[in-house]
């Protein structure tokens, strides 16, 4: 027989697993207007959206921090529970296949968040570099580096020869 479930335990992951969910759509609500920012040059509305995307990220991570208080209470009684998952997996209540649900949104969602914020780190990246290099070209007079040819670094002697076949 399974000892009966702390309410407040289930009224706190229900609140958590709900604003995890609403804020991670939020998030990725504005990583894709910020797609659309990127590819309009508005660096205004990026600036705008950034200072969103800034509050929101707050939310989230008091939204973790609230969770690891949650898994912090949920340890007292059983020391093994690593993740709201693997406590869910062991609990036997009508919520528990609603808790798995959300549970999958809330992966699925992380996961198109963690998608978007890389792709836009690509971009911005690449960007940075193009920038980068027209800086470079105006500083020498549209003259570009030479990459190869006579350097003030002579050969070295020594060295290994490699075999492929080996």
Same mark, same amino acid.
């Given at each position: 027989?399974?000892?009966?479930?702390?309410?407040?335990?289930?009224?706190?992951?229900?609140?958590?697993?709900?604003?995890?969910?609403?804020?991670?759509e939020?998030?990725?609500?504005?990583?894709?207007?910020? %797609?659309?920012?990127?590819?309009?040059? %508005?660096?205004?509305?990026?600036?705008?959206?950034?200072?969103k995307?800034?509050?929101?990220?707050?939310?989230?991570?008091?939204?973790?921090?609230?969770?690891?208080?949650?898994?912090?209470?949920?340890?007292?009684?059983?020391?093994?529970?690593?993740?709201?998952?693997?406590?869910?997996?062991?609990?036997?209540?009508?919520?528990?296949?609603?808790?798995?649900?959300?549970?999958?949104?809330?992966?699925?969602?992380? %996961?198109?968040?963690?998608?978007?914020?890389?792709?836009?780190?690509?971009?911005?990246?690449?960007?940075h570099?193009?920038?980068?290099?027209?800086?470079?070209?105006?500083?020498?007079?549209?003259?570009?580096?030479?990459?190869?040819?006579?350097?003030?670094?002579?050969p070295?002697?020594?060295?290994?020869?490699?075999?492929?076949?080996?």
């Amino acid at each position: 027989m399974t000892p009966p479930l702390d309410q407040s335990l289930v009224r706190e992951l229900d609140h958590l697993l709900s604003g995890l969910i609403a804020t991670n759509e939020e998030l990725a609500a504005i990583l894709s207007q910020q %797609d659309e920012l990127l590819v309009a040059a %508005d660096a205004v509305g990026l600036q705008a959206s950034a200072q969103k995307q800034s509050e929101v990220v707050e939310r989230l991570q008091s939204l973790l921090s609230h969770r690891e208080a949650w898994l912090n209470k949920v340890r007292t009684s059983d020391p093994s529970v690593k993740s709201i998952s693997d406590w869910v997996q062991q609990v036997i209540c009508p919520q528990t296949e609603q808790w798995r649900e959300q549970l999958s949104v809330i992966k699925k969602s992380s %996961d198109r968040v963690r998608r978007q914020s890389w792709r836009q780190w690509v971009v911005v990246q690449g960007a940075h570099r193009h920038q980068s290099e027209l800086l470079h070209l105006i500083a020498r007079n549209g003259r570009k580096t030479v990459g190869y040819g006579p350097s003030a670094n002579p050969p070295s002697s020594g060295g290994a020869i490699l075999d492929a076949s080996a």
